[in-house]
């Protein structure tokens, strides 16, 4: 069944390395819904958050083509419940609706907060689930709200200490030295095998 | 992490102060590169003239189109064992070569491809000759990189290197840019065999050996599936062993064509839309099936959902992508092909199934006695591909590589000559490249001088790359050429006349006089079109020396059976 899903790939630094990752969903005709990339703790290793609307065992398949990538370390497919997650959106409303007084009560109750003031405009700031992002956008627009902007996903693998203890031992790193699992081929390394 | 010693070639007087040029030379030749295939151009002139110093050591032949140069260097690596390399310019000259790359790709042969670019201060300008070959190549290549510095040069090329023949292998493309290859530094060179986020190799887990051998040991009708990953492997030996330790039927695909030699007893065909009826059929009546080193093409498996049902199915496999893709594997076995075949010897029972091959056996005479027989001893007048194919057979006692174009020449070459040795069927599987075979013919011939090499080639494949004839002329290429001609596109004609009622929409051809054409060429010919000069001519080509052309005039409406529909299930197969 489609649903939404959480990509993870973690890849070298290296030039046109977003286009070969999305070609693959592109040849199976997937849309990717938002990608949030940056380096990692790992010095020269990226980390690309790709979510998707499609079925798990479509995204076990790309996640291996993915995988086949020379600079891609691996790739994992996510559900809701496996990572930790936010993202980010920022508001810009018009400063004349500052004078009712209903938009204090609206950005105290949605823990938002006001990153800069002028005369004409506003920008506030709210993290959490894209569900909430898009309520507060919803209760904004009465109040004039002139442009809306939300950032890809930022997540954290719940059972990812161990793969990242892989990559920092790649990297030549100090690792906690848990007992390795193996990430070199094409076993599933479960949440089980993961726990800490 | 492993890391094996590297070998380091040390600073010379020689390498100092070199050209980005030269310095692609002295890589290839420190990766023991010996022959080229290419053409040359504007922005990849630096790297002609530096070849220029190099003759004795490199060999480069011109070919007459850039495609023509990846599927020699293909032919090349796929006879021989090493990396094919090519050479073109930017611009035309790269996006010539995305034929042959995607057919690399498909069919995973080793490959890299040296473009030249504009300078690096014209990128994405839209400079004369500048296309975007990075952008271009990116899905149909292993792996490419744009290097704009010569001491990015060495290091470029080793990883090439590496990555084009490790793991499962694939082609490369490096393209260099005209400043690069201008530009001087001091030069040196060290192979690379590790690559941080790589595993080429993967390791052989003894679990998934243990549950192979434990469901082979206990089946009763197992059957083995071989795929190009045998050959790739160099596993035929390790192959045969296995089956015949347990008495297990092998089945080729197209692209496992001449790693069982067919007179082997447990070799039972060749599987696919064209193939075999007993090994086809066979599929939904084993119990195990030892997939090796093959992916489950939608050719061989027609209908996935009424594919080998009721079987478990081990699937050894190096490339993890290919493992579950089509077909769910009981047991993966994630692993190079000779490795996992010898640990799964060892662990296999000494077995029998002699009913379980009798069945193959009841199956084929089906085969023999609606196709085979009447294909190859036909009673009409008009010669019939099989009956050419199966005497060229005879003539070179299987021994010679076989290069096949694509259509129904291509399936019925595979299906009737009789392959005797290892890496002896070179062929556009994947992708279905026609004009494939005449290029590859000749890369084939270079890769193995000492062996015959008769590309098999239909009438409209061979006006898609004859202008390597020119080539084969300059470069004193011996191949035996043989135009099997029927003046059709045949294979569209046959699902023409199958499947849309014979409306034969663009499949006639109004041919020219192919032997004249080979005469402009300096190459002697020959056509023939009645069984009585068959035998004479096949033996005049073959002790002709150099390169030769024989034209055979085949049955116009000639069909290949047996077929399976294409997405029909393997049950619906046809024999008529």
């Known amino acids: 069944m489609e649903k939404e899903y959480t990509v993870t790939v973690y890849t070298e630094d290296r030039i046109g390395i977003t286009n070969r990752i999305t070609v693959i969903f592109t040849r199976r005709r997937i849309n990717i819904t938002s990608l949030t990339t940056a380096e990692t703790e790992i010095p020269g290793v990226y980390k690309f958050i790709i979510t998707v609307l499609s079925e798990r065992s479509k995204l076990e398949k790309i996640v291996g083509q993915i995988e086949r990538l020379i600079e891609i370390h691996r790739a994992f497919v996510h559900d809701e419940d496996e990572v930790v997650y936010q993202e980010l959106a920022l508001y810009k409303i018009s400063t004349k609706s500052l004078q009712n007084g209903n938009i204090e009560k609206l950005i105290r109750e949605n823990q938002a907060r006001i990153l800069t003031i002028t005369d004409d405009y506003f920008v506030i700031e709210k993290t959490g689930h894209q569900h909430e992002l898009i309520a507060l956008q919803e209760k904004l627009a009465p109040y004039g709200l002139i442009e809306y902007s939300k950032s890809g996903r930022v997540a954290i693998v719940k059972w990812s200490r161990r793969f990242h203890d892989h990559l920092k031992e790649l990297a030549g790193l100090h690792t906690d030295n848990l007992p390795p699992a193996d990430y070199s081929g094409t076993s599933t390394v479960t949440a089980a095998q993961e726990s800490i | 992490m492993k890391t094996?010693?590297?070998?380091?070639?040390e600073l010379t007087a020689d390498t100092l102060n070199i050209s980005g040029s030269e310095a692609v030379i002295r890589s290839l030749i420190a990766e023991g590169v010996e022959t080229i295939f290419g053409y040359p151009g504007g922005a990849i002139m630096p790297i002609y003239d530096a070849l220029y110093d190099f003759q004795d050591k490199v060999h480069h032949i011109l070919v007459r189109h850039e495609q023509g140069a990846t599927h020699a260097a293909q032919g090349y690596a796929r006879t021989s064992g090493k990396v094919g390399v090519v050479f073109a310019t930017s611009g035309p000259?790269?996006?010539?070569?995305?034929?042959?790359?995607?057919?690399?790709?498909?069919d995973s042969t080793p490959m890299v491809c040296i473009t030249g670019q504009v300078a690096a201060a014209l990128l994405g300008t839209d400079a004369f000759q500048e296309t975007d070959v990075i952008g271009i190549t990116m899905p149909i290549t292993k792996w490419n990189i744009q290097v704009t510095r010569p001491e990015d040069i060495p290091g470029a090329i080793a990883k090439a290197f590496y990555i084009a023949a490790s793991g499962r292998p694939g082609p490369v493309l490096v393209d260099i840019t005209k400043n690069a290859q201008a530009a001087k530094f001091d030069y040196e060179y060290s192979k690379c065999d590790y690559i941080r986020s790589y595993r080429p190799v993967p390791e052989l887990d003894p679990a998934s050996i243990d549950a192979a051998a434990a469901l082979i040991n206990s089946a009763k009708k197992p059957y083995i599936l071989c795929g190009h990953g045998v050959l790739i492997s160099g596993a035929e030996k390790e192959l045969i062993a296995f089956a015949e330790k347990a008495q297990i039927p092998i089945a080729s695909t197209l692209l496992g064509l001449s790693a069982v030699p067919v007179d082997h007893p447990l070799y039972v065909g060749y599987l696919g839309m064209h193939g075999n009826y007993a090994p086809n059929i066979m599929t939904n009546e084993c119990d195990v099936v030892i997939a090796v080193g093959m992916r489950f093409d939608d050719r061989i498996t027609g209908d996935v959902s009424h594919y080998i049902k009721q079987a478990k199915v081990v699937h050894i496999e190096i490339d993890a992508a290919e493992i579950h893709k089509i077909i769910k594997a009981d047991v993966p076995v994630h692993a190079d092909a000779k490795t996992a075949l010898k640990a799964l010897t060892a662990k296999v029972n000494v077995a029998k199934h002699d009913e379980w091959l009798q069945e193959f056996k009841e199956a084929d005479k089906k085969e023999q006695e609606k196709v085979i027989q009447p294909e190859l001893y036909p009673t009409g007048d008009q010669l019939k591909m099989a009956e050419v194919i199966r005497r060229i057979s005879e003539k070179t006692g299987g021994h010679a590589v076989l290069v096949t174009d694509v259509g129904q020449h291509q399936m019925i070459a595979s299906r009737y000559y009789r392959?005797?040795?290892?890496?002896?069927?070179?062929?556009?599987?994947?992708?279905?490249?026609?004009?494939?075979?005449l290029p590859a013919a000749m890369g084939a011939k270079v890769g193995v001088p000492e062996k015959e090499v008769v590309a098999i080639i239909g009438d409209g494949c061979f006006q898609m790359t004859l202008q390597e004839l020119g080539t084969i002329y300059?470069?004193?290429?011996?191949?035996?050429?043989?135009?099997?001609?029927?003046?059709?596109?045949?294979?569209?004609?046959?699902?023409?006349?199958?499947?849309?009622?014979?409306?034969?929409?663009?499949?006639?051809?109004?041919?020219?006089?192919?032997?004249?054409i080979a005469k402009g060429f300096y190459i002697p010919g020959k056509k023939v079109s009645t069984r009585g000069e068959i035998d004479a001519a096949i033996d005049e080509m073959l002790a002709h020396k150099g390169a030769y052309l024989l034209e055979v005039v085949v049955e116009q409406e000639g069909n290949v059976f047996p077929m399976v529909p294409a997405g029909a299930p393997i049950a619906n197969i046809r024999l008529d």
Do not use: C
């Open chain 2, 4 to 9: 094996k010693p590297t070998e380091k070639f």
């Open chain 2, 93 to 106: 000259g790269a996006t010539n070569l995305v034929t042959g790359l995607a057919d690399a790709y498909m």
């Open chain 2, 419 to 437: 392959f005797k040795d290892p890496n002896t069927n070179i062929t556009s599987g994947g992708m279905g490249t026609m004009g494939f075979a």
């Open chain 2, 474 to 516: 300059q470069s004193e290429i011996g191949v035996k050429i043989v135009i099997l001609n029927n003046n059709f596109l045949g294979m569209v004609r046959q699902w023409q006349q199958l499947f849309h009622d014979k409306r034969y929409s663009s499949t006639e051809m109004i041919n020219p006089d192919f032997v004249q």
